[in-house]
């Protein structure tokens, strides 16, 4: 009878349920709390902006009009003014206010008047000689500001400034008044810019100029825009909510305004910016509308980005999950290696269990080799203690003969003497076979590679002397240390040496160099520029009786192989016909774990 257990969600779709309770429990929190302070905020930001810019406006405004009235005062004081005096049209004047119109270009034109209301002097000749009324003003003020006013050609309208000529020889009396008309498009040009900077921001609001009579007499707005001029604005909502601030909400009527009053010594104008609460706020809808989109958007993001990541965390764990299944199965092939595709701890599993893999194949290499070791270490005992004895009989037997020769039996001296060679050559290979098999302890120490390493090309050098190859050493500072015995690597290093210079012709180099701390490892290499050897070669290297050297035994580098096994080291060859060879040595460093 089976027994069902209880529902185990994979883990993918824990991820996905997760990623989507991430996204909609902050973002409809967030949600709700935007949109409920975001309309409050916005009449606020907005109402402060618009009575920004209807003060940037309305000191623009001011800067131009006391500019004007600056220059006009300048050409009124001029010391030609006096020709009015004359009462003849003068031409002088004429020149200096044709002279200036040049420079202002929001001038429509400029003229004098006398005392008897005739025009004696313009920038324009077709107006000298008209009759002007009296000079406009408020409460009996003769420097005025006056506008907009429709031109008689019915074209745009002007702004009239006056301002009085004073009698340079008597500066409390006027010789006249002079006048100065300017484009009031062109002078409300600051308006224009007032509103783009606005808009700019994203506020599409109106920017009026209003007069004393809540009267709009300039400004800019959209196309369609619910103002003309002309059109009287109510004055209390002109009355700002905050005297302070300058702002009003009229719920009523539906509309925010900002406002902003020229000086006193200017005109009684004021500048409006205002917009429909319905446009004002509707960054608001629109962000509640963008705010839900998004919030639908990145749900699907999430639950998209959170099935892709789950299947990038599951896939190399399923990997890994079939690359632990092929190495408890029974094979001499390559571990398995799981591709690497993150350095997250998933990345850092993979390359936990790829390195566990490679050290697993590498102990079963080394069990198979130490099992044929042991094989061939008995088989060699046996052979070796079966062989010595008639080597020895047979070697004294041919040194007896040898004495007992009659000097003059080259022939058989020369016999005897190739037998006597043959001989010590297999006592050699006898001795190398009991050195094989024989089982060793080690006795691993703390010890300086480079001491052992650079004893043993000492100890060569005498060799390589004879046959002029030359020894380089590489040390590195400071010496590495690594766990060993360090009777056995000497030995290690010495056949490797022996076997470089073996290879060599005359002339030859041999470097020797050590390697730094690397991966829990420190070592050294062996370096000749000799002939090299193909892949075939490289692959049988190591391998017991295997040499490619006239009179070799082939059992130095089986030997060197398994010294460097037994320390659990890593031993490796690079060679290519033709380029020489590199052997390189790698022993644990103390403190590293087998």
């Not at 199965?329 to 566990?356: H, K, Q, Y």
């Not at 190398?432 to 060793?440: A, D, I, Q, W």
Request: glycine letters at 10%.
């Amino acid at each position: 009878m089976s027994v069902r257990g209880p529902h185990v969600f994979s883990l993918r779709t824990k991820l996905v349920v997760f990623a989507a309770a991430l996204v909609v429990i902050p973002g409809a929190i967030y949600g709700a709390i935007t949109v409920s302070r975001s309309r409050e905020a916005m009449a606020h930001v907005v109402g402060r902006q618009f009575v920004e810019g209807a003060r940037n406006a309305a000191d623009q405004l001011a800067t131009m009009f006391r500019s004007e009235q600056e220059r006009i005062h300048s050409l009124a004081a001029q010391d030609v003014m006096r020709e009015v005096r004359i009462g003849d049209f003068d031409k002088r004047i004429s020149s200096l206010l044709a002279s200036a119109k040049k420079s202002c270009p929001a001038c429509v034109d400029l003229f004098v008047v006398d005392e008897q209301r005739r025009i004696v002097a313009s920038s324009n000749p077709a107006w000298i000689g008209r009759t002007e009324g009296d000079p406009p003003g408020r409460d009996g003020a003769r420097e005025t500001i006056e506008g907009p006013l429709g031109t008689a050609s019915g074209g745009r309208p002007i702004l009239r400034l006056t301002v009085p000529v004073p009698d340079p020889e008597a500066p409390e009396s006027e010789l006249g008044w002079l006048a100065a008309l300017l484009d009031w498009e062109r002078a409300s040009e600051a308006i224009s810019r007032v509103r783009k900077h606005l808009v700019s921001g994203g506020l599409d609001g109106e920017v009026l100029i209003v007069d004393g009579h809540g009267r709009v007499i300039g400004g800019a707005g959209r196309p369609g825009g619910p103002w003309r001029l002309g059109d009287s604005l109510d004055p209390r909502l002109l009355e700002a909510d905050d005297p302070a601030s300058g702002s009003r909400i009229d719920s009523a009527a539906g509309m925010l305004f900002g406002t902003a009053r020229l000086p006193d010594t200017l005109p009684p104008w004021r500048v409006v910016v205002a917009q429909p609460l319905a446009e004002a706020f509707a960054p608001v809808y629109r962000t509640a509308t963008l705010l839900g989109t998004a919030l639908a958007g990145t749900l699907l993001a999430a639950l998209a980005i959170a099935l892709v990541a789950a299947r990038r965390v599951t896939r190399p764990l399923a990997e890994l999950t079939a690359a632990a299944e092929a190495v408890g199965r029974a094979g001499g092939g390559p571990p398995p290696i799981v591709r690497l595709r993150s350095r997250d701890e998933i990345g850092t599993l993979t390359a936990a269990f790829n390195r566990m893999a490679i050290d697993l194949r590498r102990a079963e290499r080394e069990l198979v080799d130490a099992a044929k070791f042991a094989f061939v270490g008995e088989l060699a005992a046996g052979v070796a203690h079966e062989v010595r004895t008639p080597l020895g009989v047979l070697r004294s037997a041919t040194q007896l003969l040898e004495r007992s020769l009659d000097a003059k039996d080259d022939e058989a001296r020369e016999l005897l003497e190739l037998l006597r060679v043959e001989v010590d050559r297999i006592e050699r290979v006898v001795s190398g076979l009991l050195e094989l098999g024989r089982p060793r302890e080690l006795r691993p120490e703390p010890a300086a590679v480079g001491q052992i390493v650079f004893r043993a090309a000492d100890f060569v050098e005498a060799q390589a002397r004879e046959k002029h190859v030359f020894i380089r050493r590489h040390p590195v500072v400071p010496d590495p240390e690594a766990l060993c015995d360090p009777e056995l690597v000497y030995q290690v290093a010495l056949n490797l040496l022996v076997n470089a210079l073996q290879m060599l012709s005359d002339g030859g180099s041999v470097d020797i160099g050590l390697l730094p701390p690397r991966d829990g490892y420190v070592g050294f290499e062996v370096k000749d520029d000799g002939p090299g050897m193909s892949e075939e070669v490289r692959a049988r290297i190591f391998e017991p009786y295997y040499t490619r050297r006239n009179g070799g035994a082939g059992l130095g580098l089986t030997f060197v192989r398994r010294v460097v096994q037994e320390h659990r080291g890593r031993i490796s060859v690079e060679s290519a016909p033709g380029s020489g060879a590199v052997f390189r040595v790698e022993l644990p460093v103390p403190g590293a774990s087998a």
